[in-house]
């Protein structure tokens, strides 16, 4: 009974998880950046707020880094392999303006 779940994930081949840095400021640019990562064969999104890295575990055969990562700037935010728009930049709230300000919620 060692964890026969472990097992079936290490046998599981169609999985992956990369790291990749997103620009942001406060748990707010967390939820926001969490929330445009979680796209169709995404299994879990991190990103941590101090290294701003975001971890990203998914299936290769559904979606790809760079899909993830045109979600996270089309929700405003700058990342490794994708730049925001100035458009979508713009409707971040200004305390999430990660360019110019630092937010202390
Ligand atoms: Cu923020």
């Known amino acids: 009974m060692i964890s026969s779940f472990s097992i079936a994930q ?3 081949k169609d999985i992956s ?3 990749m840095r997103v620009d942001g400021n406060c748990e707010m640019c967390k939820k926001r950046i969490e929330n ?7 299994k879990e999104a991190v990103w941590d707020e101090k290294t701003h890295m975001l971890t990203v575990t998914y299936r290769p055969s559904k979606t790809s880094m760079d899909d ?3 979600h996270i700037a089309h929700a405003g935010y700058d990342n490794d392999k994708v730049k925001a728009t100035e458009e979508e930049y713009n409707k971040l709230p200004k305390c999430c303006a990660y360019k110019t300000a630092t937010c202390n919620h």
């Open 10 to 12: 290490a046998q599981q």
């Open 17 to 19: 998880t990369e790291k």
């Open 36 to 42: 445009a990562a979680y796209i169709g064969g995404v």
């Open 68 to 70: 993830v990562a045109k």
